[in-house]
């Protein structure tokens, strides 16, 4: 069991409260003033009132994650604050200021690219947030003393931080990163189609083929909702606790929406998929494989060029196949010449707070 140590001086968590203009009147009408926790090391304040500034560290929460949440006390492990002081301590980092965005939504996270059916959270986190976090602390506002990093959304917000927004940061984590969409998501999808069908304008039936109407056909083969995707999402907005099924649905609707928005259509987006019959739909499909880092990499990749470090890591045996995403992407940046590092891990998708351990020590060195 791992307690907090008392011989190790903490550093000290705080929020810092912003309201967005980015996030005002976003399409799924979430809160545009958000609370972001900070940590700062020992001293700190003694520091600053000495002139010294700090390097910035974001670290980007994982889908239904939050800032809040990843500052949580856990039961017989690390909380990533006492990881911090532990890390200080041990001198494996430097002075830091660590930042923990909220970036939640009511489709239960984010991947903090811009969207016009889930809002422009690129912009947000690293143009506005990035900006008020400079002004309003003793940061060092150059790229090489910005790090980015964060796991499996986190992961996968901040590569494309480093692709879309570059020169703003130097330093990128990408955690067991989403990458390889058709061995992450595609496989997953017929789950969440059944897991819809239970909200389809005509419920099951027993012996009933259940066809659908010409006018949800219609829809259905084009991406479009017929009214289950709306009525699954306000089920899910007052519901306590999801299930295991209903939240992996919820999460590949929010990647559709992420992915595939359409302002024109119901809900904001389109799936992939017929939801009545199953078949796959290659057009919506191409637009996901857009946003895939291995596919993105075509068009952006010489922005990674200039970063200082590009970290790396995933377990070999990740339940959601995202180490073979990740091998692609290390051998596209090795072809490409992006100096990076790549490590694999016994281990899977769950339960690796550890690796950062090793992720900040690299990309704070």
């Not at 903090?112 to 400079?134: H, M």
Request: charged content about 20%; proline content about 6%.
């Amino acid at each position: 069991m791992l307690i907090s140590r008392p011989d190790i001086q903490p550093g000290r968590v705080f929020f810092l409260e912003h309201h967005s203009q980015v996030l005002h009147n976003n399409p799924l009408q979430d809160s545009a003033t958000r609370l972001h926790p900070v940590w700062v090391p020992p001293g700190f304040s003694e520091k600053q009132q000495q002139g010294q500034r700090f390097s910035l560290v974001f670290e980007l929460a994982g889908f239904l994650g939050s800032g809040l949440g990843r500052i949580a006390w856990r039961p017989f492990d690390e909380s990533i604050v006492e990881r911090l002081n532990r890390l200080y301590h041990e001198q494996r980092i430097p002075d830091l200021i660590v930042v923990f965005p909220d970036a939640f939504t009511r489709l239960g996270g984010n991947q903090y690219i811009n969207s016009s059916a889930v809002g422009n959270y690129g912009d947000y986190i690293n143009q506005e947030l990035l900006s008020f976090v400079d002004r309003s602390l003793p940061t060092i506002s150059h790229p090489d003393k910005r790090i980015i990093y964060g796991k499996s959304s986190g992961g996968y917000g901040a590569f494309m931080a480093a692709l879309l927004y570059p020169d703003t940061w130097g330093n990128v984590g990408m955690l067991s990163g989403d990458c390889f969409f058709d061995a992450l998501y595609r496989h997953d999808w017929h789950n969440t189609l059944t897991t819809l069908s239970q909200y389809a304008p005509q419920p099951l039936l027993a012996e009933s083929s259940n066809l659908p109407n010409e006018q949800s056909q219609a829809l259905l083969c084009q991406g479009i909702d017929d009214g289950r995707i709306s009525a699954f999402l306000s089920a899910m907005g007052h519901k306590e606790r999801p299930s295991q099924q209903e939240s992996h649905a919820l999460m590949n609707l929010c990647m559709a929406a992420t992915y595939d928005p359409d302002p024109d259509v119901a809900n904001g987006f389109r799936i992939p998929f017929d939801a009545y019959t199953g078949e796959p739909l290659h057009q919506r499909w191409q637009h996901w494989l857009s946003w895939d880092p291995i596919h993105r990499m075509t068009a952006h990749g010489e922005a990674l060029q200039k970063l200082n470090h590009l970290y790396l890591d995933c377990g070999w045996s990740d339940q959601y196949h995202i180490h073979y995403g990740m091998r692609q992407l290390s051998k596209q940046l090795t072809a490409i010449h992006v100096t990076h590092s790549y490590h694999e891990f016994s281990g899977t998708h769950s339960g690796i707070d550890h690796r950062i351990d090793k992720a900040l020590a690299v990309l704070t060195s």
